[in-house]
């Protein structure tokens, strides 16, 4: 019996898996309209009573892409840390890694816009808040950091430039959204950083 213990919670961990995969699959088609229990069970191809044997309601699930985002994204930016000691190789690289993300991961989109939430606990949009608020800060440490690491100095008040470089990549994943994932977050991103990058730090 202890071996079979294993083997279930490695199946339900699959079927979970399986239940977001297919939920961030629907979130990606457009033509879609709101996602209700039903119609993903159908998707994944189970019951609805299925669903719910894995998650309590649809916000669960929608919390469990927000966490798949989470540990994706800040995994990655504590890497970039790590490995990097430039200012502005960090800020390229921690901007483009969300950009990158968003363009892999449409159906995401549409959740770090708020757009699929509308309707939803409003604890699943203050999570997304939180999760910008988090990214905005990891840029500030890393302007705030730039004269101790180069003794140069960030052109703008750190809060500002940090600010200005959020809403560029939030702006560039709504543009993706409203453009039906048509226009890549990345398109043109390398020229539009170069730009950025020779005004940022002086």
Request: with cysteine.
């Amino acid at each position: 019996m202890q071996e079979q213990q294993p083997v279930k919670r490695k199946r339900s961990k699959q079927r979970r898996d399986e239940i977001l995969q297919a939920l961030a699959k629907m979130l990606g088609n457009q033509h879609q309209g709101r996602i209700t229990t039903a119609t993903l069970a159908k998707e994944v191809g189970v019951s609805e009573a299925a669903l719910y044997r894995h998650f309590n309601n649809k916000a669960s699930m929608y919390k469990g892409l927000i966490e798949f985002i989470e540990e994706s994204l800040f995994t990655r930016i504590n890497i970039i840390m790590k490995e990097q000691s430039s200012t502005l190789v960090r800020c390229e690289h921690l901007l483009t890694l969300v950009l990158a993300f968003a363009e892999q991961n449409p159906g995401l989109c549409r959740l770090l816009t708020g757009e699929a939430l509308v309707g939803e606990d409003e604890a699943l949009c203050n999570r997304i808040s939180r999760l910008f608020d988090r990214i905005e800060v990891q840029i500030k440490q890393v302007l705030r950091e730039t004269e101790i690491r180069e003794g140069r100095k960030v052109a703008l008040p750190t809060t500002a430039a940090a600010s200005m470089l959020l809403a560029i990549v939030e702006g560039r994943i709504v543009q993706f959204v409203r453009s039906g994932f048509q226009r890549r977050p990345t398109h043109e991103w390398s020229i539009q950083w170069e730009h950025l990058a020779n005004g940022l730090v002086i």
